[in-house]
C-alpha cells in the first residue's frame, strides 16, 4: 500500500467511526449493504455529522465562524481532491468518484446555516430546510447506489427525497422536547408546543406517511446490491414512526422516544426473512 493509499484509509476509518459512534441503527443498516457501498456512504454520513454537530453541539464556541470555515473546507476539498481533515477528505473522495451534483452539498450547507438562527419556520422555510438536511441526503446516497446510471437515479430521485423527509419528520417528532426545550427550535410549522393538540400531531403523522409510501416505491428498485440495507433503516424509522403514532402529544414532549435493542434485532430479522424470500 502506498502512503497515499494508507492516508485514504486511515481519513475514511475516521468517518467509518464517526458513524459508528454517533449512530448504531445507521451503522448497522449501512453494515447490510453490499461491501462496495459501505464506505461511500460512512464518507457522506461523517461529512453530514460533523456539519451537524457544529450547529447543535459545539455550544460555546462562533459556530457561524466554524461553519464558514467548515464550508470553505469543503470546496477546497473537493477541488484539490485531497484534505488535511479526515472527513473531507473522505467525502470529497465519494464526491468525486460518484460525481455528486454540487448543488446538494450546497442545499445542505445552506440548512445548516438556517439552524444557527432559525427558530421557528414558515411553510415554505420548512420545506427548504427539509430538501437542504435531509432530501439531499437520501440524493448523494442515490449518487452511490445508482453508480453511473443516471436514468435509474432520475426515475428513484422522488422516493429517496421522500425517505430522507421522512426519517427527518420523524427525527423532528422523537426530538421535540430537546428541540424545544433546549434548542427553543420549532420546526413544524404552526405548532405552539406549549398546547400541542392531538390534530396538531395528526397532520404531522399524515404527511410523514405520504412520505414513506412513496419512499417504499424506490426502495423496491433499488440496485439489489442497496436494496435490503435501505429496507432495514425504513423499517426501523417506520417502527420508531408507529410507535410515536400510539402515544398522546404530551407524552412525546416528556421524553426521547426510542427503539430498544430487541426491537431493532426483530425488525433485522423480520426484514432478512422478507427479503430471502423476495417479498420486499
Request: proline fraction near 2%; hydrophobic fraction near 40%.
Amino acid at each position: 500500500m502506498s502512503s497515499i493509499d494508507l492516508f485514504h484509509e486511515i481519513s475514511e476509518d475516521c468517518s467509518r467511526n464517526t458513524t459508528e459512534k454517533y449512530s448504531t441503527s445507521f451503522s448497522s443498516a449501512i453494515n447490510l449493504l453490499h461491501k462496495n457501498l459501505r464506505q461511500p456512504i460512512y464518507n457522506i454520513y461523517g461529512f453530514v455529522r460533523f456539519a451537524d454537530e457544529i450547529v447543535d453541539t459545539l455550544h460555546g464556541y462562533d459556530k457561524t465562524s466554524l461553519l464558514a470555515e467548515f464550508k470553505k473546507s469543503t470546496y477546497e476539498a473537493i477541488e484539490r481532491k485531497i484534505s488535511l481533515n479526515p472527513v473531507l477528505n473522505s467525502f470529497q473522495k465519494t464526491v468525486n468518484q460518484y460525481g455528486i451534483d454540487h448543488s446538494l452539498i450546497e442545499a445542505f450547507l445552506l440548512s445548516m446555516e438556517m439552524d444557527l438562527e432559525k427558530k421557528a419556520y414558515a411553510v415554505t422555510e420548512y420545506q427548504q430546510y427539509i430538501y437542504g438536511s435531509a432530501e439531499v441526503v437520501g440524493l448523494m446516497c442515490l449518487y452511490v447506489f445508482c453508480n453511473g446510471d443516471k436514468s435509474l437515479y432520475e426515475q428513484l430521485k422522488p422516493s429517496a427525497r421522500s425517505l430522507g423527509a421522512a426519517f427527518q419528520k420523524v427525527n423532528f417528532l422523537r426530538d421535540v422536547k430537546a428541540d424545544f426545550e433546549g434548542m427553543n427550535r420549532i420546526y413544524f410549522p404552526g405548532c405552539n408546543f406549549k398546547n400541542f393538540s392531538c390534530s396538531d400531531k395528526y397532520l404531522i403523522e399524515a404527511d410523514i406517511q405520504k412520505d414513506f409510501d412513496e419512499a417504499y416505491k424506490g426502495i423496491i428498485r433499488l440496485p439489489v446490491q442497496a436494496r435490503f440495507g435501505v429496507y432495514v433503516a425504513y423499517r426501523y424509522y417506520l417502527s420508531l414512526f408507529n410507535k410515536i403514532k400510539k402515544l398522546q402529544p404530551q407524552k412525546i414532549l416528556e421524553h426521547r422516544i426510542r427503539i430498544p435493542d430487541y426491537g431493532k434485532f426483530f425488525i433485522l430479522a423480520k426484514a432478512g426473512l422478507k427479503n430471502q424470500l423476495n417479498l420486499l
